[in-house]
């Protein structure tokens, strides 16, 4: 018998600063309702699914920099979504603003299909700056944020070993690479993507392209199923793309998302093919050479 999980990528449209928590989660329970009713066991929802993405502003009063952060999870207004997983038997893995004891994180948790925790990722690769620049557009996520300190963990959902990251992360080979290494067969993504970057306007053209190639790169040169969801359109005067997608160990995209708004796609990822392709291509064990790697964990660039 195959071996499979039906994945659901919930993408939303634009989450307006004006919006409150109950408004939004009320939207993300629509699309974990719809997701089941589609048959999915597992969803993802995009990176900051709960807030507009604040790190394109300078804001310097802690209390409002606070507010877009939760101290819990699952806190007072995020509970009806785990109780929503129990209730559908289907999990979901969430991106959220973490404030935590060590420090803040842009954070992804992991919910079971019984509404549990299994387990969080914190954003390895934090991207942009922390400090504003005059006059342009800026993209502040570390002036905001710590980097993550957790790894890349896998944790097993149902008989099947996932594994998240972060929207800058989908972009680096080694987010897919670790994963792969600790045993991940599917990685959940949610990214919030800008349409033209102040420093790149010329690359605006290229954004769709740069947004599936690392993924369906990675998905392929490490056998995985990856399912990636956005939060697109117009948030807050910013033009987000949009482009959700699940893709599979070949790297051809098997699912993706049509619009801008809220919209759920849902793929049966056959599992069996990640050792399909392993067979064909990608047997880490018999052909990798990490003896030969070494550069990769100790240097971050080319040599000055
Ligand atoms: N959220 C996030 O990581 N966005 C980045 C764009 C900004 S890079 C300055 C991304 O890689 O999509």
């Not at 290229?206 to 697109?232: D, E, I, S």
Request: glycine share 10%; with cysteine; hydrophobic share 45%.
């Amino acid at each position: 018998m195959t071996r499979a999980l039906t994945l659901a990528v919930c993408q939303t449209g634009p989450i307006q600063r004006a919006a409150s928590r109950a408004e939004t989660v009320d939207r993300l329970l629509h699309l974990l309702e719809t997701a089941a009713g589609m048959g999915a066991e597992l969803a993802v929802f995009p990176e900051m699914a709960l807030t507009t993405f604040f790190p394109r502003w300078h804001l310097t009063d802690a209390d409002e920099i606070a507010a877009f952060f939760e101290a819990a999870m699952p806190g007072p207004d995020t509970a009806r979504l785990f109780d929503a997983a129990a209730r559908l038997r289907c999990g979901f893995a969430l991106g959220y603003c973490e404030a935590a004891s060590d420090g803040r994180f842009n954070t992804a948790v992991l919910a079971g299909p019984d509404g549990g925790v299994i387990g969080k990722y914190r954003k390895v690769h934090v991207p942009g700056s922390d400090k504003p620049q005059d006059g342009t557009t800026v993209h502040l996520e570390r002036l905001y944020f710590d980097p993550g300190n957790l790894g890349f963990p896998v944790f097993d959902y149902q008989g099947v070993r996932v594994g998240m990251a972060i929207c800058n992360d989908r972009r680096w080979p080694e987010t897919y690479r670790m994963l792969m290494l600790n045993g991940a067969e599917v990685a959940l993504i949610g990214y919030n993507t800008p349409l033209v970057l102040a420093e790149a306007p010329a690359f605006a053209h290229l954004r769709m392209l740069h947004n599936h190639l690392p993924m369906q790169a990675g998905a392929y040169q490490n056998t995985l199923w990856v399912a990636a969801a956005a939060k697109a359109g117009l948030e807050d005067g910013q033009a987000l793309i949009g482009g959700s997608c699940i893709v599979a160990p070949t790297g051809e995209i098997a699912a993706l998302a049509m619009g801008l708004g809220d919209e759920v796609i849902v793929h049966r990822a056959d599992l069996d093919l990640i050792a399909a392709c392993r067979r064909v291509n990608f047997d880490f064990a018999a052909y990798r050479r990490p003896d030969q790697y070494r550069a990769i964990a100790e240097q971050a660039g080319p040599p000055d």
